[in-house]
């Protein structure tokens, strides 16, 4: 049970950090101690955390990021030397850095700006430089108290009346309360009353207001006020929070944080446990309480009070890194023994320090692994259940509580890609971790040879094969690789378009996260994208174009979607007969008697030696599996030694990367057996032509559930969809790319005809509705799952996948003669694709292409694209 698709997601699933702290200034970074970083501890004590397990585990993650000895010693001088060059020239680049890489896959952080430090820190807003949403504020009460308590007595005369005093003080936090629910930018407040007397908080009815009163006296009588350490003020202004929350008008109510369990040496442990808050909890049945920091080492407490009150939930962050790995994996095992996981949030706390945020981030993924992993093995939940788990934790949990409108929408569990072998959140994190991975991968799979690979404008796939040693030694350098600007402007054949010069160079950024296994043996694939000189993206490259153009769909319109390809192609054996002749290269499939559409007899060899069908059951599925590719079915397909394989639905650029892919595995361990495969539309003048259907669904988070990956009403996808008919014209330039393709256009031929139509399990239309039920009534209920089947295996899958979703996005937007000549007429699809200069630069590939072409007499066209595709 490898559960791929379990590990990817916790791995690449971003993180809405709950509650956490923010960094300190440049020139306050020096008063505190770097030991704080995995530790509570403060003064002499913080020396013995040392030999503790903690700090040994943070050690040795902070020196695989920083490429240093796994001793303290080396990791605090690599990390002075960080903060050193923030202050050197006024330069900051390698800090900024820094900070990005240890934020890294985090989604937004909810701050606690009120920690006593605070005049050290950067503002909470300064913060959303690292993130991928803006950072929002938690109040803390007491600092709030404290702050007004100050001021009043700063000002006071002496002959104000105690009373009038106590007044103002409370009326004034009510007012700042109130300012603060309907602040936009202020998500929850926080209490560390643990930290002033414990968590036995009397009920509401217990509330001593005169002894409040007695203590502002005593505050006002003791010259200068420094902290609010005074028990029966403190009760009040929680009271008073949590009554102003259950009395506002608002649905969606703040929660209140407390600190519970691990902290400092102020705390009193044995009045640390959340048990003491169950009077107050029952007392404010409205007020959403979050029960912080896994309540260490009272956790099964803390899972107690959520499971049993609907309105307190159970954080499980601090202990990230502040215990050892063992202490982690059983304070999440004991949370959920009782705990619903919808109910358990994550933080880092993450404190002054941006390694409290990498060493807690990194952390709650491995043990979250090895967690959930053991409780699918195990058979107490299932790979899905699993999933949700791990993005209710890490993501959708806070994101419902906090009512956040984050950047980011997660998928469908089911659609989270199974295909990386590296870890795509560390792929990201620095040179040094891609290294580490990538080495890794090699190791563990025996490979020599890795592939870079691009797709270019003629639809064919190009690499370079680099030696595995050449690769981690560009890794270690920390050097790039280049490729020719020429490489969009070449013909099959290598023929320049006139358009393009033989000078300049791109820079290679490759995506380490796409590494897989194949297509041969002992290697290894990784696809990259094209850079300007400068680091600038290109529009030109088609990976680069894709990614914007579903970047563009959520952010402007909140669209996602998802994309299924089927993979048909035709088997055929060389024609090794010396008579034959120079355009009779390839013949059918031998033995291939009665093949049909689904026909059980052609898999009839299945076993025999020699056989395709024991090649395909064998070492494609095999080889397919080791580079994470899990097809949903295979079948045979109705002209002779056709076949289709299915691959499940994925994000565009991953179904796109995994298309490329399977083809290229399904090509290499054909031909190591003596087969040739091909994708040409239309093979045999008299059967069916072989395409790459594509399945698209649509979800929209303007109308789904918190969790972002509920399919998209027919509000939605019914323009989504009229938007690709509206511009189909133009979209076939992308996916009937070449004259061969016209060949397979086809009626009766199950191929989408010549007709701009759409229909319900039609497959004769060139779009049609896949999913919906019966009704009874003659009808049937809708979804977006649709397919498009007017694609082939000639196409560009990023270019048609670019070209289908922008004009998709164009009905949603307005709610509503050959195929170059309507593509550059197409003004409002061009200007969503958002790239003059490459459909420019397609339409003069394809111009040159199909004047060679035609330059050909037929048979020899026919083969010449067999040889090529």
Known sequence: MDLKALRNAIRTTPIVDNHAHPLLKTEHQAKHSLLSIATEANGDALGDTRSSLAHIRAVNQLAGLLDTEPTWNAVESALKAKRHSQQVAGSSGDWTAWVQNCMQGIETILLDDGLDSGDETHDYAWHDQFVTSKCKRIVRIEALATDLIRRCVATMKGEEETRTVFLTILADFEREIRRCLADPEV??????????????????????????????????????FIRLQHRALNHLFVHSTAQLIAEGISEHKKPIQFHTGLGDNDIVLTKSSPSHLQTFIADYPTVPIVILHASYPWTREAGYLAAMYPNVYADVGEVFPFISRQGQESV??????????????????????????????????????????????????????????????????????????????????????????????????????????????????GSKWLRLVWFDYTGSTRCRVIPAKQVLKSLESGGTWTNTMAAFGLLQNDMPIPQITSTGMYRLEVDWA??????????????????????????????????????????NQGLTFLLGFEIEFVVMERNRAPSAKENEKFLPLQGDDGHAWAMARVLADTGRPGSFNTVLDGELVDALAAAGIDIEQYHAESAPGQYEIVLPPLSPLEACDALVHARQIIESVAARHGFRVTLHPKPFAASCGTASHVHMSVASSSSSSSSGGDDAPPQVYEPFYAGILRHLPAVLAFTYSSPASYERMLDSFWCGGRWVM???????????????????????????????????????????????????CLGVAADEPMALAALQADTALLEQLGAPEFVQRYVDVKKAEIGFLGGLEERERRQWIMERY
Not at 193 to 220: H, K
Not at 523 to 546: M, N, V
Not at 759 to 771: H, M, S, V
């Open 332 to 445: 999440l095992k004991q949370v959920l023994e009782l705990c619903p996981w919808s109910k358990i949030l994550w933080s880092t706390d993450g404190h002054w320090f941006p390694e409290t945020y990498v060493l807690a981030t990194t952390q709650i993924r491995d043990v979250l692994e090895t967690t959930l992993c053991d409780l699918v093995r195990e058979g107490d939940l299932n790979e899905q259940q699993a999933l949700q788990l791990a993005q209710g934790v890490l993501f959708t949990n806070s994101k419902k509580l906090y009512n956040l409108q984050t950047e980011t929408t997660l998928p469908k569990p089911e659609s989270i890609s199974t295909t990386t072998l590296v870890n795509s959140q560390s792929a990201n994190k620095s040179s040094t971790q891609s290294k580490r991975d990538v080495a890794k991968v090699f190791h563990e799979t």
């Open 758 to 808: 759409w229909g319900r399990q039609n497959k004769e239309a060139p779009l049609r509705q896949c999913g919906g039920e019966p009704t009874g009534t003659g009808t049937e209920t809708g979804s977006s799952h649709w397919e498009v089947k007017c694609l082939d295996g000639l196409a560009n899958p990023y270019f048609a996948a670019a070209a289908l979703l922008s004009a998709g």
């Open 187 to 224: 998500v929850g407040f926080k209490s560390i009353i643990c930290y002033r007397g414990g968590l036995d908080v009397p009920g509401i009815t217990q509330v001593q207001t005169s002894a409040a009163e007695e203590e502002l006296v005593g505050i006002m009588q003791g010259g200068e």
């Open 514 to 555: 796409s590494l897989r296994a194949g297509p041969a043996p002992r290697h290894l694939s990784c696809f990259s994208e094209f850079r300007e000189p400068d680091g600038a993206e290109t529009l030109l490259c088609p990976r680069t174009l894709l990614r914007t153009v579903v970047e563009r769909a959520g952010t």
